[in-house]
């Protein structure tokens, strides 16, 4: 699982590097490998990719079966909120900034969801799921996040 979540963050990384939004309306930080919860203020905003699941799909026998697995996986965009506070206005501008780049990194991602993930071997489908939006409270920030989940399909040589 870890070269899945590996190749999901380079084209993650990918759109960050070629997109307006990301570079200038909200900066992305840094991509993680799972959820690191404790980071300073000025590392915010961070998308993470974290596990979720691991489990067998189906199993051929003998040595020139494969092995099917799923992989649960989100993708989190965490941004704290009051670096986008407007007192302006009567919305909470941050919650929308997370929303359009869930939205974003969704629609990048649903490219891959007939051809896999380039960059491992064996990945059959990339789905796409839904999104949650999540406030959260974490020390003295006052966190929105957006969470996305993915199912990786893959398919591999029976090692017996």
Do not use: W
């Amino acid at each position: 699982m870890e070269d899945i979540i590996d190749a999901i963050i380079a084209e993650i990384q990918e759109l960050v590097d070629g997109d307006t939004f990301f570079q200038t309306t909200l900066p992305i930080q840094m991509i993680h490998f799972d959820d690191p919860l404790l980071v300073t203020i000025d590392q915010y905003p961070y998308i993470y990719v974290a596990p979720m699941q691991d489990s067998p799909k189906n199993e051929t026998m003998g040595r020139a079966g494969y092995d099917r697995e799923t992989h649960l996986v989100t993708v989190g965009i965490c941004v704290q909120a009051n670096d986008y506070f407007d007192g302006s206005v009567e919305e909470k501008p941050a919650s929308r900034y997370v929303v359009r780049a869930a939205h974003k990194i969704k629609r990048h991602l649903r490219r891959l969801q007939k051809r896999g993930l380039p960059t491992t071997t064996g990945v059959n489908n990339l789905v796409v799921g839904g999104t949650n939006y999540v406030p959260e409270q974490r020390s003295d920030s006052f966190l929105k996040l957006a969470i996305i989940s993915l199912a990786v399909d893959r398919q591999y040589q029976n090692e017996d």
